[in-house]
Structures are given as structure tokens and as C-alpha cells.
């Protein structure tokens, strides 16, 4: 039995977080408490000032050379983390740090490492004065500097050099200490500070190690080589575990790891019904680095590449070659599979401040978001930029290109006329882009699905985003945990919206896929084939257990489960027929 968080029974205690990556690790405790240096406080002599400032550039020189050559060693696709070591780099170069440290020396007559604490805890202040989590959190970016150039000053080393499989335990991490973390297999992470958003947070994401931050006071409990375990999906550290905590962790790690071989060794094998319907299986992708679980999940190409996200994580506006080499880079890692980009799908909760003046808005899930806000006259040069960037990679590889919520004919038309006017530009300036290029839409509206009919004379292809469809349709927000029992895959009415849309594709010759998470689920998928979907789009991991619900149905089957659940009034019916249906099939796998 897992106790409650924040708890302690026997010697154990339980301390809880955020949840910033899923898994278990269990280890010792490795350290790094960039806290414990202590400043020395010295006033000089007038004739020590030119001393002090020289000893002060040689810090700022070194810190600079080692910061170069974390940089070199970080892949440049590793583009998050490339981005923020940049940052620092410049942090490092920054007047507010380096005229302002040298003033106080020659000011204040005070040695260089208090000069150069005061300068830094003066930026700081300036960041606590913002009332914005994301500019708070940057105030740690300034520590980091500070805290690299003091090391240089007092000669001590900034090395963190935990032994593979150990559990960080750390305050904060700067993002120069994750690179070393994750290169040398640390098997998790947890700290004191950051939200989703912290950089411990999204770059363990992009590496997959159970993490969670944001612990509070996390430091101050555990000591040395402790036994730690991280639930990372939980969002639960436990320190020193009972042996039976260790043992149902253990068994709870081992299930995961058995569970995630069996899928892959599933993998290869193609999606094909018992007689014989071929089923293509796509990847949802947020990120360039999930493209390798696509592959060894065994996706036959990206069904949706959520763009938004890896640009967000920057603080600058990405420029046209940005865009063109995230394509490359998505589609070189898909070795060839054709990979559907969606149009930047900002707004509501995916707010980058780079990118989008935030709006207050009352319904943001209702508001200037996605298309819209890209067809907004200050986002156009954004939203162009990323079409020029995605056209151009079309020459290089095998893509398609879809718009996000789009509501009516009048929305696809501006979308269209938008891509046909850089599409022309492109031509004048005689840059090479695939002509033949598939241009599609999500279908993410109720609007959208009753009118497929007219929409799919427009589009070489729909992909139904049924995780918008369904806030829309039954109006419960996705985000809300209040209503989230009225959050139903299977309403009826979801039922019917995807037959209108798949007897639309089909009048029109049209492919049809869904990329929402439904398309995921297991007990969903033999809907999805009796309604006539043969194209299912989702995240990888959840690849191998569709394809086993696939390969044990057959086209009759499915069908005949369709044609009933269409004729049921209510989510929780169609359900239990689902689930009915699943079991069976399981009943009749085991006598064969
Ligand atoms: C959807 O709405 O189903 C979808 C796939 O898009 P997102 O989850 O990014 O809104
Ligand atoms: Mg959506």
C-alpha cells in the first residue's frame, strides 16, 4: 500500500512534488548543493583594486572557456539546453555583471567575490520584483553565473560527477549540471525548486529520467548516500523506505520495465486485423528526441508533430531557417516516414512570450488562439516564417502540412489563401518546395465535423483532434479536474461527429486519421476501425497495446460492434459494450 505523501511510517518519509517525468528510480542519494560556498568578505587596500579586477576577468575568462565547452559537447539539436548554456554565456559578458562587479571593487574597495555577490544578488532582486513564475525562475539562470564565477575566484572545482544510477538531490540544477547528469545515467532526479516549466523539468522530460521538482525542502531531509526512491509519475520521494516500500517499488519498476519489453518486441509486427485489414499506426510527437521511441514503437510516421512546443521553450522568435531545420531534423530522425507538421497551435494554455502577447481573455480554450491567432495581423510574419521554413524542408523529405482549429469554410479558406500566397513567394524568389504537398486539417469543432462534407473539397486529408472535439462537443474543458468525470471519448455524440467526418472523406475521396489521445486507448481502437478509420495517430508508447487489440479483431467484428454502439444513448453504455467486446476477443484469443 503506497501511504499518503508528506508522510513518514517507521523510518521512511514521504515528501511530494510536481510530477515533471513519469517512472520509478530507486538509488542512493548524490548531493549537489550548489549552496555551501561561502563568500569571503575582505575590504583592500587601494593598490589591491587593480589585482582584484584581474583576478576578477581571469574567473569571467575561465568560466567562459568551460561554458564553451559544455556547449560543444551538447549535440546543437539538443536545442533546449543549447540554447540556455548561449544564455548563460551572455549572462556572463552582461554589463549589470561584469562593469557593475568591477565598480564595486573599485567603489567600495571590497575584494572581488563580495563585489561580485552584490552585483549578482542586485539582478536577482530586480527578477523578484516580477510577478511571473517564468521570469522568477530565469532568476536562477543569474545564480548559476554567480555562482560558476565564484568557484573560479576561490579555485574550486564545479564539477558534479554523481556515479551512474544515482538519485540528484539538489536545491536547483543548473542547466550546465544536467547535461553532465544525463551523460552520466543518473537514474533520477529530484529538487527543492522549479515548476513544469524549470528547466530540471523539461530537459528531464526530453531524456525520460523520473523526475520530480519542486519538493520545497527536500534538501534539508536527505543526507549522503540515503536510499531514494522517485516516483516521478506520482510525484512522491520517499526517503529511507521501509524494505517493504523498496520491494513494492521494485516490483511496481519491474512490471513497467517487463511491460515496456514486451511491447517492444512487439513492434515490428504490422497492425493487420484477423482478416486481414491493414491498419496504419502514427506517432504523436512534442518533441524531436520522442522520435526514436516512434521508431522502435514501430510508427509508421508521424500522424501529428505538435510544432509549438519546441519553439516555446525559447526566448527568441524562431526564424525561418529554425523551423526549416526542426523539419529536417523530425523527419531525418524518422528515417523517411512521412511526418504530418501542424501549424504552430499556440494560445490558451500554450502560452510562449516570445511568441504570443498573452491576451486576457475569459474563455482563452474559446479565444484568439491557434489559426486565428496566427492569421492576426502581428502574428502573420510568425505564422509566415514558420510556412516558409516547412515548405522549403517539403523538397527534402516526405511531409504534409495541417492547420489546427479550424472552425468553417471562411477559417480554411484564409488558412489556405495564407499558405498559397507564400507558396507563390516562394516561387518568385525561386526557392524549391514540394508543389504536390498535402495540405490538410484538423477537425478539432463540432462546426468543422458537420460541415466535413463541404470542408473536404479544400483539403487532401483530415486528421480529427478528438481532444478539442470532445471539450467542445460535450462543453467540458480538458484542463478542469471538476468536470472532468463528464469527459467522455465514448459520448454518443462524439460517435456520430466522427461517422459524419469519415462518411465525408469518403465521398470525397479523402483520407481520414484521428490524432486525439482516444486513439490510443486499447478499448476505443475497435470503434475507431468499425467506423471506418484505418489511419490512427498516437503517442508511441501506447502503440503496442492498440495494435494487439487489432490484430485480434476481425473487419466483421468491428463493424458490427460500430453499427450497435451507434444505435446507445449513452457514453456509459457504449463503454460497456466496448469493454464487452475487448473481453470476448481476450476470451477467444486464449482458446485459440
Ligand atoms: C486534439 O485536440 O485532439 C489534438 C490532437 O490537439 P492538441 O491535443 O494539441 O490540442
Ligand atoms: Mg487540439
Known amino acids: ?18 510530477a515533471a517525468c513519469q517512472g520509478i528510480a530507486i538509488g542512493r542519494a548524490y548531493i549537489v548543493d550548489r549552496r555551501q560556498l561561502k563568500v569571503p568578505k575582505r575590504q583592500i587596500d587601494p593598490d589591491e583594486v587593480e589585482g582584484e579586477i584581474e583576478r576578477f576577468h581571469r574567473a569571467i575568462e575561465a568560466s567562459g572557456r568551460q561554458l564553451e565547452k559544455i556547449k560543444q559537447k551538447i549535440e546543437e539539436r539538443e536545442r533546449d539546453h543549447y540554447a540556455i548554456i548561449t544564455a548563460h ?10 562593469a557593475a562587479t568591477i565598480q564595486h571593487i573599485e567603489s567600495s574597495l571590497i575584494n572581488a567575490e563580495w563585489a561580485l555577490r552584490r552585483s549578482v544578488e542586485k539582478i536577482k532582486s530586480v527578477f523578484d520584483a516580477v510577478e511571473d513564475d517564468y521570469f522568477r525562475e530565469r532568476r536562477s539562470d543569474v545564480d548559476f553565473v554567480g555562482e560558476r564565477v565564484l568557484r573560479n575566484l576561490l579555485g574550486r572545482d564545479s564539477k558534479v560527477t554523481p556515479p551512474p544510477d544515482a538519485i540528484v538531490i539538489a536545491h536547483d540544477l543548473s542547466p550546465a549540471d544536467t547535461a553532465v547528469l544525463y551523460r552520466a545515467a543518473v537514474a533520477g532526479i529530484a529538487t527543492d525548486v522549479g515548476g513544469k516549466t524549470s528547466h530540471t523539468a523539461i530537459i528531464a ?29 506520482a510525484g512522491v520521494v520517499i526517503i529511507n523506505p521501509d524494505p517493504e516500500t523498496v520491494t513494492e517499488y521494485r516490483e511496481r519498476s519491474r512490471l513497467e520495465i517487463a511491460a515496456g519489453i514486451a511491447r517492444l518486441s512487439r513492434s515490428a509486427e504490422p497492425a493487420v486485423t484477423q482478416d486481414g485489414v491493414s491498419v496504419e499506426l502514427l506517432a504523436n510527437l512534442d518533441h524531436l528526441n520522442e522520435a526514436g521511441v516512434a521508431v522502435s514503437h514501430g510508427a509508421d510516421g508521424v500522424g501529428l508533430c505538435r510544432t509549438e512546443y519546441h519553439f516555446m521553450a525559447s526566448e527568441e522568435l524562431p526564424t525561418e531557417d529554425d523551423h526549416f531545420n526542426y523539419a529536417i531534423q523530425v523527419m531525418e530522425a524518422m528515417g523517411g516516414r512521412c511526418v504530418t507538421f501542424r501549424t504552430l497551435d499556440l494560445g490558451a494554455d500554450k502560452i510562449s512570450e516570445a511568441l504570443v502577447e498573452p491576451h486576457d481573455e475569459a474563455n482563452p ?32 523529405g516526405k511531409m504534409k502540412v495541417m492547420f489546427p482549429m479550424i472552425s468553417g469554410l471562411e477559417e480554411l479558406r484564409a488558412a489556405r489563401e495564407f499558405l498559397a500566397d507564400v507558396q507563390q513567394e516562394l516561387r518568385t524568389e ?28 479544400y483539403v487532401d486529408f483530415f486528421s480529427i483532434g ?16 471538476l468536470v472532468s468525470y463528464l469527459y467522455a471519448p465514448l459520448h454518443p455524440a462524439l460517435l456520430r461527429l466522427i461517422q459524419t467526418v469519415v462518411e465525408a472523406g469518403k465521398t470525397q475521396g479523402i483520407p481520414v486519421s484521428i490524432c486525439g489521445e482516444m486513439a490510443g486507448d486499447p478499448l476505443v481502437a475497435p470503434v475507431l476501425l468499425g467506423l471506418g478509420l484505418r489511419t490512427l495517430s498516437m503517442h508511441a508508447v501506447a502503440m503496442p497495446d492498440v495494435k494487439e487489440a487489432i490484430c485480434c479483431a476481425t473487419l466483421k467484428d468491428v463493424e458490427e460492434l460500430a453499427a450497435r454502439v451507434l444505435e446507445l444513448e449513452s457514453a456509459t453504455e457504449v463503454r460497456r459494450a466496448a469493454l464487452e467486446f475487448a473481453s470476448s476477443r481476450a476470451s477467444h484469443k486464449e482458446r485459440l
Not at 554565456?89 to 561584469?98: A, E, G, T
Open 89 to 98: 554565456q551572455l549572462i556572463l559578458r552582461d554589463d549589470h555583471v561584469v
Open 205 to 233: 522530460r526530453g531524456y525520460s529520467t523520473p523526475a520530480v521538482v519542486g519538493t520545497e525542502d527536500l534538501t534539508n531531509h536527505v543526507g549522503r548516500d540515503d536510499l531514494v526512491i522517485v516516483d516521478g509519475s
Open 430 to 457: 525561386s526557392i524549391a518546395f514540394d508543389e504536390d504537398l498535402h495540405v490538410g486539417m484538423m477537425i478539432e469543432m463540432p462546426s468543422a465535423a458537420l460541415v466535413a462534407d463541404h470542408l473536404a473539397k
Open 365 to 396: 480554450a474559446l479565444g484568439l488562439r491557434s489559426l486565428r491567432l496566427c492569421l492576426t495581423e502581428p502574428m502573420q510574419p510568425i505564422f509566415r516564417c514558420q510556412l516558409r521554413g516547412l515548405l522549403r524542408a517539403s523538397s527534402k
Open 466 to 481: 478528438t481532444n478539442d472535439l470532445i471539450q467542445y462537443t460535450i462543453a467540458v474543458d480538458r484542463m478542469n479536474e
Open 1 to 18: 500500500m503506497i501511504s499518503s505523501p508528506e508522510s513518514s511510517g517507521g523510518s521512511e518519509l514521504r515528501k511530494t512534488g510536481i
